[in-house]
């Protein structure tokens, strides 16, 4: 599995993604209370004002689904770094190479460590000799 430029371009832009949608997530419901005061305020006299009301209500609706949609895409959107993960994880794990390596690394820090258990028992029978010696 290779990754191209194309898809190192898209995970970047993941996180601009994100940071739109946050920002148009705190816009929409700004505009939105804005709009819900009008509301609540507004009197409904004449017929102007009638159709003043149902506009205003009609925009309030809209939006608050505007808000739900930038805010599930501000939830949803994962960001660079979990995009990233998602496709290296996957390819170092399956990968033979990193596997094989792995093993050899392992193989090689057991014999290693059996060699100093030697040495370090090889040093406490001379200290013990040097004693009885003394």
Not at 52 to 68: D, Y
Not at 80 to 98: D, F, G, Q
Request: glycine share 2%.
């Amino acid at each position: 599995m290779t990754i191209s430029a194309f898809d190192i371009y898209i995970i970047s832009l993941a996180d601009n993604v994100c940071s739109v949608a946050g920002v148009g997530s705190c816009f929409t419901l700004f505009s939105f209370l804005i709009l819900f005061v009008l509301f609540a305020v507004h009197p409904n006299d004449t017929d102007d004002e009638i159709k003043e009301r149902k506009m205003i209500e009609t925009w309030s609706v809209r939006m608050l689904a505007c808000f739900m949609v930038t805010l599930s895409l501000y939830v949803l959107v994962p960001s660079s770094k979990t995009i990233a993960a998602m496709y290296l994880v996957p390819a170092v794990v399956n990968n033979e190479h990193v596997q094989n390596s792995a093993g050899n690394a392992l193989e090689a820090l057991e014999e290693l460590t059996k060699q100093w258990m030697r040495d370090m028992i090889d040093k406490k029978q001379s200290a013990k000799k040097q004693e009885k010696n003394i």
